[in-house]
């Protein structure tokens, strides 16, 4: 995997490991090496971003076929699960995060 220039990984949370591992995996049936384009931090459209609390990840979506995004996506989600979200933005790149406020029955560092 690679990660873009500037991109801050220092307060990065062990949940988001799970997401590179599937990153990796599936990004690798495409035949493209992932890369990583926001971790900790930065500029995102809202203050509650979990960027900003080292629980989301974006990768871009470049290399990528454009008529296989939509797999993708779908691998991803399948591959992930609860508490994690991947939000497709549209040609661009994807979202990650681990939304563990939405799943109550999550324990930080592991699964329910």
């Not at 220039?5 to 690798?28: C, H, L, W, Y």
């Not at 990650?96 to 699964?111: K, L, N, S, T, V």
Request: proline share 6%; charged share 20%; net charge neutral.
């Amino acid at each position: 995997m690679r990660v873009r220039a500037g991109v801050n990984q220092i307060g990065k949370q062990p949940e988001m490991r799970a997401v590179e591992d599937a990153v990796t995996a599936v990004f690798s049936r495409y035949g493209v090496e992932p890369e990583m384009t926001a971790c900790v931090g930065g500029i995102h459209s809202s203050p509650r971003s979990w960027h900003h609390f080292g629980m989301a990840q974006d990768y871009t979506l470049a290399a990528v076929p454009r008529h296989a995004h939509t797999q993708l996506v779908a691998a991803l989600r399948a591959a992930l699960g609860p508490p994690y979200q991947v939000v497709h933005h549209e040609g661009s790149h994807i979202h990650i995060e681990c939304d563990i406020d939405a799943y109550p029955e999550y324990r930080r560092g592991g699964a329910a």
